[in-house]
């Protein structure tokens, strides 16, 4: 940051973010590139001014620039967030005191319903794999625990066999922010989690140093890669002759979505996804509405009749 009026408020933000918000490192530099936008704004204007003299009007012609500039709703609304998220800091620290940010909103995004796999469909690709070989064993045991727990693909990755409590049914998961969450693990996944422990992971001569209690490896006794998941994932899809775009991440929509349609409530939904904010949960709800309605247009008779 050039001006030096920001930056003692700046650096205490960020640290801010890291110790009381745990926020990743790649956010926090995303909030600090957002907050960067706004000194260069400011340093355009010829406006050497400290964070407690801006006024909501400025932001509001912050934005408008940003905005003839090109810049998409998405970007717009996380910059709404880094700025809205400093201002309640400085206000916390005493350096500010009111939040010009209080007025601002940001633009309505059109959230995007992800893809799901039925339940047919998941055990289609399941069958897919050759569990007479070691990695057709692990290859089974990483989309048994995908589905079972709707693990994002880097938390798959990172998971450790000290954090596997499978005598009473859970793992222990590190998410987003380095929180922790635990989750249930079903009989399925445990069993072929099993197999893949015993008949492979722990017969293994070459894990290499540093790699030792990751739960997934590679050939080379590495820690799996999130580009081999993918590869995984989608080998699978083809080979089940499934048309739609599929990934790790279509097995933890099918999980969430399945569970709602099971009758599963949402913050339950939400404890076992990692989400911070229930908002991100409810799209399962869109999803879970959109199933009701395509069901009633296919099997009402009323509605039948009409498309006869």
């Known amino acids: 940051m050039e001006n030096k009026l ?49 006024q909501t009007e400025d932001l509001f012609q912050f934005l408008m620039s940003l905005n003839e500039l090109g810049l998409s709703a998405p970007s717009q609304a996380r910059l709404i967030s880094a700025l809205k998220t400093f201002y309640k ?15 601002l909103e940001g633009p309505r995004l059109q959230r995007a319903i992800p893809s799901v796999l039925s339940y047919e469909e998941i055990q289609a690709m399941l069958a897919t794999i050759d569990l007479s070989t070691p990695l057709g064993l692990r290859n089974r045991a990483i989309m048994e625990v995908l589905y079972a727990c709707g ?33 249930p693990i079903g009989a399925d996944a445990i069993k072929h989690l099993g197999f893949y422990l015993n008949s492979v992971r722990h017969q293994m001569p070459n894990i290499q140093k540093g790699h030792e209690n990751y739960v997934f490896l590679n050939r080379r006794g590495a820690r799996l890669s999130r580009v081999m998941v993918f590869l995984i ?11 739609q775009e599929v990934s790790p991440h279509t097995f933890r929509h099918s999980f969430a979505t399945h569970l709602l349609e099971g009758g599963a409530d949402l ?27 395509e069901t009633i247009l296919r099997f009402h008779p009323r509605n039948r009749r009409g498309l006869e």
């Open 6 to 54: 920001w930056s003692p408020w700046i650096r205490g933000f960020e640290a801010f973010l890291l110790l009381e918000r745990s926020l990743s490192a790649n956010t926090i530099e995303a909030y600090k590139r957002d907050l960067g936008k706004l000194a260069e704004y400011l340093h355009l204007q010829e406006r050497k001014v400290p964070p407690s003299a801006i």
């Open 89 to 103: 800091y400085l206000l916390l620290e005493g350096g500010v005191q009111n939040d010009p940010t209080a007025l």
């Open 151 to 183: 693990l994002r693909v880097s938390e798959l990755c990172d998971l450790r066999l000290s954090n596997l409590f499978l005598d009473i049914e859970f793992i222990r998961i590190i998410g987003k922010g380095n929180k922790e969450r635990i989750i």
């Open 233 to 243: 994932v989608k080998e699978a899809a083809v080979t089940a002759e499934i048309t």
């Open 267 to 293: 913050k339950a939904i939400q404890d076992m996804l990692g989400h911070e904010s229930i908002l991100t949960t409810e799209i399962y709800t869109h999803l879970d509405t959109d199933y009701l309605r």
